[in-house]
């Protein structure tokens, strides 16, 4: 599904200022082992979709009123994506390692601990994940900076991806004892808690609060047609399109249910998701659940 110009702008926009954040950031000269360390980050920072990111932006824009063009790297909304991307990239790093998923490829490159080691993949995972709370308190206002730090750090911590993550180890060994209500809750844990999280943060920016329940049920609802389409993906996508190694992913939706009683979950979910984007009037998070539901990759 080809990409508008508008999504373009917003992804360009959010990659060049992580690249200059993270310019001032690893601005002074260090050791060659700490050298080589900053092509890790940057390349564990380089080529995720943004979609929260995006998200988190086009809610602050659409509730203020507000053009991409007035938006500048230490403004608050940049300083929310560039935080959400980092934890994100973090999430994945980790994800990734030989302990975890043992992936080697994402978006057609290899993951960060098959192309620099093992080690590296760990440790950039850990700077990656601190770097995002440590943008978040340079936010202006203090107590929007504690609420989100708190929303970003409760969509990682216990209850959160630490736990949605131990259980899909658990079960991938334990797959008779899944049926779609724990999984559903797994993703509600691994993955959806910071795509709300993205969702809310752009609402706090805007001080909209009236319809917060609306953001909450909307980010709800699509972080599990994202988590339902990657798992189509598996079956259907091939590692060309995809990017990355697929298969039968036997703690999925599919593997519970089979193709057609998914693809019909995923058909129910996105009409919710369209009815609630409805409400916000704004055709451009109508076009991401579009994109949620039609990606190949």
């Avoid at 602050?60 to 507000?66: A, N, R, V």
């Avoid at 960060?112 to 709370?133: R, S």
């Avoid at 943008?135 to 202006?140: E, G, H, N, T, V």
């Avoid at 736990?163 to 959806?192: C, M, P, R």
Wanted: aromatic content about 14%; overall charge negative; hydrophobic content about 45%.
């Amino acid at each position: 599904m080809a990409l508008p110009k508008w999504y373009n702008e917003y992804k360009d926009l959010i990659e060049k200022n992580i690249d200059t954040y993270l310019s001032r950031y690893l601005a002074l000269p260090m050791s060659k082992p700490l050298e080589d360390f900053k092509e890790v980050i940057s390349y564990g920072f380089s080529w995720w979709k943004k979609l929260r990111s995006i998200l988190a932006l086009e809610f602050y824009l659409s509730l203020t009123w507000k053009h991409i063009s007035d938006i500048k790297i230490d403004d608050d909304i940049m300083k929310v994506c560039i935080a959400l991307e980092s934890v994100h990239a973090f999430s994945l790093l980790h994800d990734d390692l030989p302990c975890m998923d043992n992936d080697e490829l994402r978006r057609w490159e290899l993951t960060v601990w098959k192309k620099y080691g093992e080690y590296n993949g760990v440790l950039a995972g850990d700077m990656l994940n601190t770097i995002c709370f440590e943008i978040i308190s340079d936010i202006k206002d203090a107590k929007i900076s504690q609420s989100i730090s708190k929303l970003i750090s409760h969509s990682v911590w216990f209850y959160g991806m630490v736990w949605g993550q131990i259980e899909d180890i658990y079960f991938e060994n334990n797959v008779s004892e899944l049926d779609i209500s724990l999984l559903s809750d797994l993703h509600a844990k691994k993955t959806g808690k910071l795509i709300q999280a993205s969702i809310l943060s752009g609402v706090m920016l805007s001080w909209e609060v009236a319809n917060i329940d609306v953001y909450w049920d909307f980010g709800k609802k699509l972080w599990l047609a994202f988590q339902i389409k990657d798992d189509l993906l598996d079956v259907e996508g091939t590692p060309e399109e995809t990017g990355k190694s697929v298969g039968w992913e036997e703690k999925g939706f599919v593997y519970l249910i089979w193709v057609d009683a998914t693809r019909k979950i995923l058909w129910d979910v996105i009409s919710e998701c369209h009815a609630i984007a409805k409400k916000l009037w704004s055709e451009k998070i109508d076009f991401i659940v579009d994109y949620v539901e039609n990606r190949k990759k």
